[in-house]
């Protein structure tokens, strides 16, 4: 079976800080996508990576960036985190044919509150 | 550009009775459209996938949807629900241009004894 991997299911953060938020996933899937999940706003795309090294913007990048450096790992990066943006995040994987049949992979999510 | 609506955040049945979830969809193109849940503390599954064989799709738990592109509706049904049902809900579409999903706001089911 496929995993997905992220490395904190729960973090508490102060405002300012940097924040790192890590992904792994262990079927050699070349997609991976970080998306953000909110109450009443289902999953909203932050960034996403066709491939190492490579990464795209998404539907909400403000304030996000991201880091590809081998294909197993994908990290969402908050420079300088802020109160909004406490939420779900869930990282996904998906072979590369899988990014147009919809067949992704999720983690469990790694909630995120800033103070 | 293609777009998701789920018609009820909340939803609320007994066990034994139908499920019923909505979705449409909006698309210049044929659609591929995918309901995923998501259990509580848990990251999302695929439940089920058209991708324009079909039109009435079963998927995983006793789920089924029915692609009506007359209504450019997705619906999600299950004729008998289950407690281990109560879940959150996720109809998406997949973008032709860019294969990126696009999910809608989520339907939370809520199953009564």
């Known amino acids: 079976d496929v995993k997905v991997t992220q490395s904190s299911r729960y973090l508490v953060k102060r405002t300012g800080e940097k924040v790192f938020l890590e992904c792994v996933q262990d079927?050699?899937?070349?997609?991976m996508f970080w998306y953000r999940q909110d109450p009443g706003l289902g999953l909203r795309l932050i960034y996403f990576s066709y491939d190492v090294k490579m990464k795209e913007k998404g539907d909400i990048p403000e304030g996000y960036s991201v880091s590809r450096e081998k294909k197993e790992r994908f990290s969402l990066i908050l420079e300088s985190a802020s109160t909004n943006q406490t939420s779900m995040y869930l990282c996904?994987?998906?072979?590369?044919?899988?990014?147009?049949?919809?067949?992704?992979?999720f983690g469990e999510g790694s909630r995120l509150t800033v103070l | 550009a293609q777009s998701v609506t789920q018609l009820g955040s909340h939803v609320s049945v007994s066990e034994g009775a139908l499920v019923l979830l909505r979705c449409n969809y909006s698309s210049s193109v044929p659609p591929y459209l995918f309901w995923y849940v998501q259990y509580p503390n848990q990251g999302l599954q695929l439940l089920l996938k058209y991708t324009s064989a079909a039109t009435l799709v079963k998927g995983i738990n006793g789920f089924e949807a029915e692609f009506k592109k007359s209504e450019t509706s997705f619906h999600l049904t299950k004729p008998s629900a289950h407690m281990s049902d109560a879940a959150e809900y996720f109809c998406a579409v997949s973008d032709s241009n860019t294969g990126k999903l696009i999910f809608g706001q989520g339907t939370t089911l809520q199953v009564k004894p």
């Open positions: 079927m050699d899937h070349e997609n």
């Open positions: 996904a994987s998906s072979l590369l044919s899988g990014s147009l049949t919809g067949e992704l992979f």
